[in-house]
């Protein structure tokens, strides 16, 4: 015997989740390793004749923008949403963090975006932009955009964003109906 469900659809699972990942921000944590290997290599065996405050200058730079960068891209090597029937949850890299998260009682509609660029954010990473919102981009390609009922939007580049969305609007029609009664 088959279950059937309102509309021929067949229900959504309590929690939806999805990721996306940029492996090209490995190759500048390569590059943040590279500074900090730097820094220690002229820390360690270097032959300075400039002075030991220009070669303490020297080895704490290379090291504290070895540190940046590789903090900066591990933050976004991915992305993790979390949608459930309460709010979306975005977290970014291997710690979770920066951390997002967005009760569906804020959210006014969903959309689906098929092409999300860094370059129209002004980069990788957690964004915001005055005339467009914020937004969460780790890679280029699809993401779902989310209005929010005081007027902002939030973007996530997330795979399968289509997905997302169909669950979010579903959602937002049973929170809608649920009130309504």
């Not at 921000?25 to 943040?32: D, I, K, P, R, Y």
């Not at 500074?35 to 300075?48: H, I, N, Q, T």
Request: glycine content about 10%; some cysteine.
């Amino acid at each position: 015997m088959r279950d059937h469900h309102p509309h021929g659809r067949k229900p959504h699972p309590d929690v939806w989740t999805g990721r996306a990942t940029n492996r090209v921000q490995w190759l500048l944590a390569l590059v943040g390793a590279a500074c900090m290997a730097l820094g220690v290599e002229l820390a360690v065996d270097s032959p300075w004749t400039g002075g030991v405050a220009a070669l303490v200058m020297a080895v704490v730079g290379c090291i504290a923008a070895g540190l940046l960068v590789i903090f900066g891209t591990l933050a976004f090597v991915h992305v993790a949403l979390r949608v459930d029937h309460e709010c979306l949850e975005v977290r970014c890299g291997h710690l979770g963090v920066p951390r997002r998260r967005i009760p569906l009682s804020e959210v006014v509609g969903a959309d689906f975006v098929p092409h999300v660029t860094p370059r129209h954010w002004g980069g990788w990473g957690y964004r915001w932009r005055p005339e467009k919102g914020t937004a969460v981009v780790v890679r280029r390609g699809e993401g779902l955009v989310l209005r929010l009922w005081d007027g902002h939007t939030f973007t996530v580049t997330v795979d399968d964003a289509e997905a997302a969305v169909t669950v979010i609007r579903d959602r937002l029609r049973t929170r809608t109906a649920d009130t309504a009664l």
